[in-house]
């Protein structure tokens, strides 16, 4: 196997946007945007219809890779385990 050499952006589903882009911004890195997704896109790529979700985007000052912290509005955050999907 290959060891890592690169990547542009990581993606991390959260229950608290704004606690958790605090957090990284406490880090260090930068918020390069923030917007509300919903629509087919999102219903395709996340595979749940009708879903709408929250976004931000960081990154670090020098410009390096992007970290996307979403939250969903729809369908609502239930707490849970991965077994309960």
Known sequence: MSPIRHFDHV???VADLNMVT???VGLGLEV???TVLEGEFLDTVVGIP???TEMVLLRPP???AGLELA???RPRHEPGS???M
Do not use: L, N, V
């Open 82 to 84: 991965p077994d309960a």
């Open 22 to 24: 605090g957090f990284f």
């Open 32 to 34: 390069e945007g923030r």
């Open 50 to 52: 009708h879903s709408r």
């Open 62 to 64: 020098d410009g390096g």
């Open 71 to 73: 939250s969903f509005i």
């Open 11 to 13: 993606g991390i589903t």
